[in-house]
C-alpha cells in the first residue's frame, strides 16, 4: 500500500489487489455481524466492543440505552461501510478520498481493528508478527495479526493526511 496522502481536496492511496480484497472480505464480515438480529447475537465480543453498553454499573440502565442507541448505531456503522465499500477499487488500485469519506474511513477501519483485535485477543502487549514478504511459514493467527496491524498503519496515514489537511503535521 502507497500511504494516504493529501492532494489538494483529496486523499489519496495505492492498495494493491490482495489489499483491496482483504477490506473487502472484512467489510463483508462486519456486515453480516451488523445485519444479524440482535436476539441471536447476544453474547458475541465482538458486537460487545462494538456497541459497548451505555452503563456497566447498572444492567436496567444499559438495556434502556441499548433499546434508545442500539438501531442509530447500527445504521451509521452500516452508512460507513457502504462509503467505503463504494470508495474501495475492488481490483486494487488508487483510493480517492474527501475528508467525509476519510472520516468514515477511519471509523469503519476503527471497527474492523475493534473486531479483529476481539477475536485474536490482542493487548498492549501484543507484538506484530514477523512475517517474509511471501508470506512463508505463517501461521492463521501470524497472517491475521499482520492484517490487524496493517489497518493500524492504514488509519495511521489518514489521520496524518487529514492533519495535514488543516494545515497541522502528526
Known amino acids: 500500500m502507497r500511504p494516504f496522502r493529501?492532494?489538494?481536496d483529496e486523499l489519496v492511496a495505492r492498495l494493491v489487489d490482495a489489499e483491496a480484497g482483504i477490506v473487502g472480505?472484512?467489510?463483508d464480515q462486519l456486515e453480516q455481524l451488523l445485519e444479524a438480529d440482535p436476539a441471536d447475537s447476544g453474547g458475541d465480543p465482538v458486537l460487545a466492543r462494538l456497541l459497548p453498553p451505555g452503563h456497566t454499573g447498572d444492567p436496567?440502565?444499559?438495556a434502556d440505552f441499548r433499546d434508545m442507541t442500539e438501531a442509530s448505531l447500527r445504521s451509521g456503522k452500516a452508512d460507513d461501510l457502504a462509503m467505503v465499500r463504494a470508495t474501495l477499487p475492488p481490483d486494487g488500485g488508487e483510493v480517492r478520498?474527501?475528508?467525509?469519506q476519510a472520516r468514515a474511513w477511519l471509523r469503519t477501519t476503527n471497527d474492523l481493528r475493534l473486531a479483529l483485535g476481539t477475536r485474536l485477543g490482542v493487548?498492549?502487549?501484543t507484538e506484530p508478527p514477523e512475517i517474509d514478504s511471501s508470506g512463508d511459514g505463517a501461521g492463521e493467527q501470524d497472517q491475521q495479526l499482520a492484517v490487524y496491524y496493517w489497518l493500524t498503519a492504514v488509519q495511521g496515514s489518514l489521520i496524518d493526511a487529514l492533519a495535514a489537511g488543516r494545515?497541522?503535521?502528526?
Do not use: W
Open 60 to 62: 436496567e440502565i444499559a
Open 6 to 8: 493529501r492532494r489538494g
Open 97 to 100: 478520498l474527501d475528508d467525509e
Open 25 to 27: 472480505l472484512l467489510l
Open 167 to 170: 494545515g497541522g503535521r502528526r
Open 123 to 125: 493487548t498492549a502487549d
